[in-house]
């Protein structure tokens, strides 16, 4: 063997596939912590409103939900509903209405309210 590539190696395998080994380890490691510790918020929310993918108007436009694969309409004047009570900063009260409306639980519900309050801002 060869005095610099011995010195250029780790135990035969260069230092470069060393360091791209190393940084895969632990990206995947922070990845898998990331998940473990996010996993009791749903992954699965996506909030839109009806037709033209913007955000929901405060006059209250339908709201097609699709929580966790399951598919949950709100009509215009549920919509309106949920959102003022989100704008009057009622946030416990439009979980409660969503969850009585929708049947969803109490996690899903709060990050549906979420969405519509940062959608809304």
């Known amino acids: ?69 399951r598919t949950v309409n709100l009509d215009a004047a549920q919509a309106a509903e949920i959102q003022a009570l989100v704008q009057a900063r009622k946030m416990i009260e439009a979980i409660k209405r969503l969850r009585e409306i929708t049947g969803l639980g109490l996690a899903e519900a709060k990050a549906v309210a979420e969405s519509i309050a940062k959608v809304g801002r």
């Open 1 to 69: 063997m060869n005095p610099e590539t011995t010195a250029d190696a780790l135990f035969g395998i260069p230092k470069d596939y060393v360091y791209l080994l190393a940084g895969m380890g632990i990206g995947f490691l922070l990845g898998w912590l990331t998940g473990r510790l996010g996993a009791s918020v749903p992954r699965d929310i996506d909030l839109q409103a009806t037709g033209s993918g913007q955000a929901p108007a405060a006059s209250g436009q339908p709201i097609n939900l699709v929580i966790n694969g």
